[in-house]
């Protein structure tokens, strides 16, 4: 048996409590594929990251949700990139690279003050796919009804490193209502049957924010409910430039808001450029440490 530290922080988020909670297991190069399964199951946050020495970038990132691994994971990011930062393990740098099974992605660092700082995440280039499975199951799998679907707005697949099911929903009391049966989803989502399931509207909690949203995970996941999701905001901010705000010029900044409905409350910022065939997408957020405990791994 062998003892390993799991630091826990919440992402999206300057308070302890909010956010997206993250684990970050430093000791990443001593275990294997099963280990690191192991831990994030045992765990039990939506992922689990560990970094790892990389020969193509300063760092690379392996993600596990208590299910499986991921290819790319915001929130996990933004923990892992602020707790590397925080402990003085960058050897100062404000500009990394960072390996993922998504691609190398650059990231930014900005101290704002002590313990504080806000990460900036370039994403993967934004692909989308139709939905076209019964739009009725789709909003029954999520406690709604279809009528309480948007009726302009099209239902994609987005991804900018990680695929999900962007669902666009008329009106923001609906989320209160929302009870997913996330078993449902892969009958559902027959393109794409492991996806998760991404709720968002246009109004808003905050007068500040653009869009509102949940994420209901994948049922492979081993998790429910994402409480504050990067990479899915990065997508939504992609699909607002290519259905609701078509003639922005050369960039957009978008706020969006998730985890109000389960009393976590993140705020994830979008840039949104224009390139030259599709659009640049990064993401903006903060992290904060929470507390470090520990495992027992056989």
């Not at 009528?147 to 929903?169: A, C, Q």
């Amino acid at each position: 048996m062998k003892s390993i530290t799991v630091y826990h922080y919440d992402a999206f988020s300057k308070e302890p409590g909010k956010g997206n909670p993250a684990g970050v297991v430093f000791d990443g190069g001593k275990l294997t594929d099963s280990d690191m399964q192991h831990i994030a199951s045992q765990v039990g946050f939506n992922e689990t990251a560990f970094p790892l020495e990389s020969e193509i970038a300063d760092l690379k990132i392996r993600f596990f949700t208590p299910g499986h691994e991921m290819n790319l994971c915001g929130h996990a990011t933004m923990a892992t990139v602020f707790a590397f930062h925080s402990n003085g393990l960058l050897d100062g740098k404000t500009s990394i690279t960072i390996e993922t099974k998504a691609g190398i992605l650059p990231i930014t660092i900005q101290s704002i003050a002590k313990d504080e700082s806000f990460i900036t995440m370039k994403q993967a280039t934004p692909e989308f796919k139709e939905f076209n499975g019964s739009k009725q199951d789709l909003a029954k799998s999520i406690g709604l009804e279809e009528i309480e679907l948007h009726d302009e707005l099209p239902i994609l697949y987005g991804s900018t490193g990680t695929w999900t099911l962007l669902v666009p929903i008329k009106s923001l009391s609906a989320f209160n209502r929302m009870k997913p049966n996330n078993n449902e989803f892969p009958s559902v989502l027959k393109e794409m049957p492991k996806v998760s399931v991404h709720p968002f509207c246009m109004e808003t909690y905050d007068r500040d924010a653009d869009m509102h949203a949940r994420h209901f995970s994948s049922p492979f996941s081993g998790t429910i409910e994402d409480a504050v999701t990067g990479t899915a905001s990065g997508v939504m901010g992609a699909y607002y430039a290519t259905h609701i705000n078509t003639d922005f010029k050369d960039s957009l900044q978008l706020l969006i808001e998730q985890g109000q409905e389960i009393n976590k409350d993140g705020r994830v910022i979008v840039d949104v450029s224009r390139g030259n065939h599709s659009f640049d997408i990064a993401i903006r957020g903060s992290a904060v440490f929470v507390k470090d405990f520990q495992l027992l791994l056989e």
